[in-house]
């Protein structure tokens, strides 16, 4: 799996957080210039978004797949980023390229960030053996 290091956003004094694991699959590799072009915007997005914490990306070729993980002082933060233009965009330009996604979302304190890409994997098999 290639990874970006985590870019930190604006810390947070009160301890706790959110995080949130994304796997985008994609449906053929011919489309994976399409998801990265698309995610320009939401990252730009991103980079801007009030509660922020910080925010890492992967690429698992084997799997076609783009892994995304950021964490959030608060819900309400990742709710309004989650209905930002950028990110509504995106997902409706992308439907038809991406196969089912994975979404992992846990709280944690802040000391415990970033989160290791081994635990979002732990976390993602642990989510398929529930079902």
Known sequence: MLTTSWTPGTPDPAGGCTVVAVCLRLRSYR???RLLYRMLPVRRRLRDAGGLLGYAFAFEPAAAAIWTVSAWSRRDCLARFEASA???EAKLALRGVLRP???????????QLPPDWAEVRDREAAAARRG
């Open 101 to 111: 996604s994975t979404v992992l979302v846990w709280d944690c304190s802040s000391g």
């Open 31 to 33: 489309d994976l210039p």
């Open 86 to 88: 950028a990110h509504r």
